[in-house]
């Protein structure tokens, strides 16, 4: 059972993923035998471990790269019921959403999670047509605010609202006025995906679990036919050799890689019981100026829906949902991929967009679950536990929103085969670090700032990224104010933040600060490489680069975003991926083909 943290110690600086925790987690590793070992620091693997650590269980939770790097940090960003579901008539699914989206946006995430109001257009027509479409949709979006108030614990969203078209062009003024006859708004919640990953961990941490990152699991440790834990490299030490890393039980939570792990187990002959196939979806970013207006879209296309969100001073504009083979753990965007998101978004616009408005790319991989007898399409869109062998559990499927669901199932499962040691989950009650005391906070935001001598501009800011932690970045600009200066390049963000990123938030490369503590990489059309000197001093200043190591840093990054780009120009996946390919990954992870391609390790 679990390791308690020592009482002397505040749960903010247990939490800390520092340098000097990275080494001791690393011993950890190698000599105590956990009850539950999570591979995978995506939102599942970090949300599993949490789970795990809050029942009083010892937990240590391995990720390959960063915590985020794979589908975590590249989704819609919403923590939403899904209206499609919905209309699917997938009730338990919409409710489950709707209940853990009122959780997030209340008790464990207020920070993290807001509403955000969207439009759905109603589209010029006869009539008859315009009336239909009204009952259809109306009917529809009261029925979801009707599930969020009646059947899910608190809210967390206002009502919606049924707007004519003049009222509909007065939110969002750049919609074409002959396109649309009026419009609903409705609400759902937004979050800084890759953050709140950051934040599961390190609550996760704060609670006693062991969090390693650049770690990779190369194979498992059986014992007869029993798991009983895993080989693990460390990417930050590649000389080394590999070690090993002993538990009760083994939860895999790897996405898109799932199908790796399985095949791992393929020399006994076991059955994995599920498989995962990669679904790649496109993100594009524009700056707020490109559009007028002050919510969201949810427009239909031929195949799915397509959100228009703002996000900050940009918009989100995406998805595609195309088959993915290649490389997995850089998917890329594709020519086509662009100017179908182009094509989609402007049948509703009085400008078009083109191009030229771009300022960031992004693309993830849906993991779906297949099933072995191919029962497909209803397993795709929930999530499964299921036991390969004795001692390993593997979760994979769900959404974002559903991430604490999918936690306490798994969890659920590895405590029954412990012999029922610990509680039932009760993360449904916990609060991240960082949201206790929020409400409170951001009401004194003017009086922090006042007595900080900082803008109340500055103090919003932090506060909806670190929560009630911002106390530590303001600590941080109070002991050397040159890191309350805005970062070169991408203004919006401190030197604080970046050196907060490497001193308490896990962050081991320039990659994980630009792409992921912040999102700079796809807020700025450079990109971040404008950012990337400044922060990679920043970064070094904290973890002791010295020349040498700064340079590489920047030299990775500067050829990940010129691969990037040029990839964005190739017109299909295959010459997209060969372009993106021509960028090592700063870990060192060489090819990483998904099943039926070449196959090589990740
Ligand atoms: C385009 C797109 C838009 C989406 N939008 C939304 C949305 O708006 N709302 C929503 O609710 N959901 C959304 N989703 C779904 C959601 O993002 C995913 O379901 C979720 O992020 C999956 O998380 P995960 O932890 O299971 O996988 P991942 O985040 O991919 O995590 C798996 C982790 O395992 C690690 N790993 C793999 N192999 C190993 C190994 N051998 N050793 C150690 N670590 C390993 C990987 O590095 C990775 O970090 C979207 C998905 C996509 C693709």
Redesign the pocket.
């Known amino acids: 059972m679990g390791r308690v943290r020592d009482p002397s110690v505040s749960r903010y600086a247990a939490g800390r993923l520092s340098p000097i925790r990275r080494v001791a987690d690393l011993r950890r590793l190698r000599n105590e035998h956990f009850d539950v070992l999570v591979?995978?620091?995506?939102?599942?693997?970090?949300?599993a471990a949490l789970d795990a650590a809050s029942r009083g269980l010892s937990v240590a939770l391995?990720?390959?790269?960063?915590?985020?790097?794979?589908?975590?940090?590249?989704?819609?960003?919403?923590?939403?019921g899904?209206l499609r579901y919905l209309e699917q008539l997938e009730l338990h699914l919409v409710h489950e959403?709707l209940t853990e989206r009122g959780l997030l946006s209340t008790r464990i995430a207020p920070h993290l999670v807001r509403p955000v109001p969207i439009l759905v257009p109603l589209l010029a027509g006869g009539p008859a047509f315009r009336t239909w479409h009204r009952a259809y949709y109306g009917a529809g979006i009261a029925a979801y605010d009707a599930f969020a108030g009646m059947f899910s614990s608190g809210r967390g969203m206002p009502l919606h609202r049924h707007l004519t078209r003049d009222g509909a062009r007065h939110l969002f003024p750049s919609l074409r006025a002959d396109k649309i006859a009026g419009a609903i708004r409705y609400y759902d919640g937004q979050?800084d995906?890759a953050r709140l990953?950051v934040n599961l961990a390190r609550t996760a941490a704060s609670l006693g679990a062991a969090v390693v990152t650049s770690?990779?699991?190369?194979g498992f440790l059986r014992e007869a036919r029993e798991v009983v834990g895993?080989r693990?490299r460390d990417l930050e030490a590649p000389d080394q050799p590999e070690f090993e890393v002993r538990a009760r039980i083994v939860v895999?939570?790897?996405?898109?890689?799932?199908d790796?792990?399985s095949q791992?187990l393929s020399d006994v002959g076991v059955r994995p019981g599920l498989r995962v196939r990669a679904?790649?979806?496109?993100?594009l970013v524009v700056p707020r100026s490109a559009m007028t207006g002050e919510a969201g879209l949810i427009l239909r296309t031929p195949t799915s829906v397509l959100?228009v969100i703002p996000w900050g001073g940009h918009w989100i504009i995406?998805?595609?949902?195309t088959d993915w083979r290649l490389d997995r753990?850089h998917p890329a965007a594709s020519a086509r991929d662009i100017s179908y998101l182009l094509d989609q978004v402007n049948t509703v616009l009085d400008r078009p967009l083109t191009t030229g408005d771009i300022e960031g790319v992004y693309?993830?991989?849906?993991?779906l679950l297949s099933g072995e007898a191919d029962s497909t399409s209803k397993l795709s869109r929930e999530h499964a536990v299921v036991e390969p062998m004795l001692g390993l559990l593997l979760?994979?499927?769900?959404?974002?929103?559903?991430?604490r669901v999918?936690a306490a199932d798994v969890i659920d499962r590895a405590v029954r085969r412990l012999g029922g040691i610990a509680p039932p989950s009760r993360t449904d009650q916990l609060p991240l670090l960082g949201a206790d005391g929020y409400a409170a906070a951001w009401r004194d935001r003017q009086d922090t700032a006042r007595r900080h001598g900082v803008t109340a501009g500055v103090v919003e800011h932090l506060l909806e990224r670190y929560g009630t932690l911002t106390v530590h970045l303001l600590a941080m600009i109070a002991a050397d104010p040159t890191l309350g200066t805005p970062l070169s390049g991408a203004p919006e963000y401190l030197s604080a933040e970046v050196a907060y990123a490497a001193l308490a938030e896990g962050a081991l490369h320039l990659d994980d600060v630009l792409t992921r503590r912040t999102r700079i990489s796809f807020e700025t059309p450079h990109r971040g490489t404008e950012s990337a000197r400044l922060a990679a001093e920043l970064m070094g200043a904290a973890l002791g680069w010295d020349a040498n190591v700064q340079a590489r840093e920047v030299e990775h990054y500067l050829a990940r975003v010129a691969a990037e780009r040029e990839s964005q120009t190739m017109p299909d996946d295959l010459t997209a991926d060969a372009a993106r390919m021509g960028a090592p990954d700063v870990r060192g992870i060489a090819a990483d083909r998904g099943g039926d391609l070449l196959k090589v390790?990740?």
Request: proline share 1%.
């Open positions: 591979i995978g620091g995506g939102v599942t693997g970090s949300g391995v990720e390959a790269r960063d915590l985020a790097a794979g589908t975590s940090s590249r989704s819609s960003k919403l923590i939403h899904g959403a979050v995906d990953v770690a990779r699991v190369t895993v693990v895999a939570a790897t996405g898109v890689w799932s790796d792990l791992m679904s790649k979806g496109v993100h959100f995406g998805t595609t949902d753990s693309a993830g991989l849906r993991p979760v994979a499927g769900g959404k974002y929103t559903t991430y999918m390790d990740l």
